[in-house]
């Protein structure tokens, strides 16, 4: 047993690098395949909507820590191969994200009225440039502030591929808190840090939301 | 593929079933209590107690339900107040789940328009003939939806309560991959418990909801 040093404080902050390589990862993957599944529940074929949603429901009704250990300890024996721990993590982060952020998008895309698409196809605009010109800007705007709040979501859920080993900031925190005995000070820290990490973005959403409220 | 060698354990996967819906209805009525609680505090005209559930609320929100388990299961006890786990995990989900109900809750009453409790004031009703019969119902009706589905997002949470060792349908998980090293089958059929749970769940809100807020609407 040691007593809680700089060093512990310093590799809490370092495991904070991957912490926010899962949050971008899980964006990076997870937000195009949002816009697809958002896109796919607005469409005109009924097939593809239900497929959608029914995609989307499936997600959002199984825990984060299903999807991670579902694809960091089910798949790779199904599969019989050996997939990379950061391969099986960001594949679970990028579903969770993509239902969660497509739900929230279409929300945004389903809110501008449809009078608007119709103003664009009287100026002879195609499907993709009403769109990409007239509707998607003002879902944009729309969803924006839920985008923010679930960017929180997917920060504060990143703590879970601490529990298959990944050593982000509360696997860190369990290292650290381990070795000095000293729980308390050491969660607090990592709860501290994750803090002050969410809210500004839970602010920043709640202004967004303001300022939205007043412009209508 | 094979399934069969899970079949043997299916009274614990119930069992464990049993116990995560315990979890979550414990700490769905005491969080929604923490809720009303925490509403009508911030509705209330002492400012101390107002910045206090304020903290509370944004402390909640803003850092993970894991750590929050972990702070109330492996903190506690060096201040010689020991609980076990899943009394530990009950405390920690309703205390996370509350801080989410007091917004709802807020956001709900502050979705009546002041004038119609005004025109509640002006027919002669007391305080509390104006919150019942004007404030509440329609409050009720605009919160339930965001309620129902933080109640689902709750139920899922749940599975956090496994790492401290709460015997719940995840921890049960575990047990089995354990003793059958059938990573693939056990998972699956933990996430098809955990989609069957929610979406009766869903199923079940969406037909209480339908019952209780079909009375007239404006049109």
Sequence with gaps: MRSFSLIDFISLVEALRWTVALVV?????????????????????????WTMAGLIQTIQSVPLLGLLFFFYFGMPVFLGIQVPAIIAVTVAYTLYTAAFLGEIWRGGLEAVKQAQWEAGACLGLSAWQQFRHIIAPQALRLSLPPTVGFLVQLIKGTSLASILGFVELARAGQVVSAATFQPLLTYALVAAIYFALCLPLTLWSRSLEARLDGSR | MNFLPLWRYQNQLIDGAIVTLELTVIAAIAGLLIGIAGAVALKGRIAPLRWLVRGYIELFRNTPSLIQIFIVFFVLPTFGLKIPAFQAACVALSLYFGAYSVEIIRAGLDSIPRNQVEAGQCLGLSGWQVFRHIVLPPALRNAY???????????????????????????????????????????AVICVVYFAMAMSFKALFAIIGAMAFRWPRRR
Excluded: K, N, W
Excluded at chain 2, 150 to 177: K, M, P, R, W
């Design chain 2, 145 to 187: 939806p965001a309620v129902t589905s933080q109640f689902v997002l709750l139920l899922l949470g749940t599975s956090l309560a496994s790492q401290v060792a709460t015997d719940e349908l995840f921890h049960v998980a575990g047990f089995i991959e354990s003793r059958t090293y059938r990573s693939f089958e056990v998972y």
């Design chain 1, 25 to 49: 990862l899980a964006l990076v993957f997870g937000a195009p395949l949002a816009l697809g599944l958002a896109m796919g529940r607005i469409s005109r074929f009924a097939g593809l909507r």
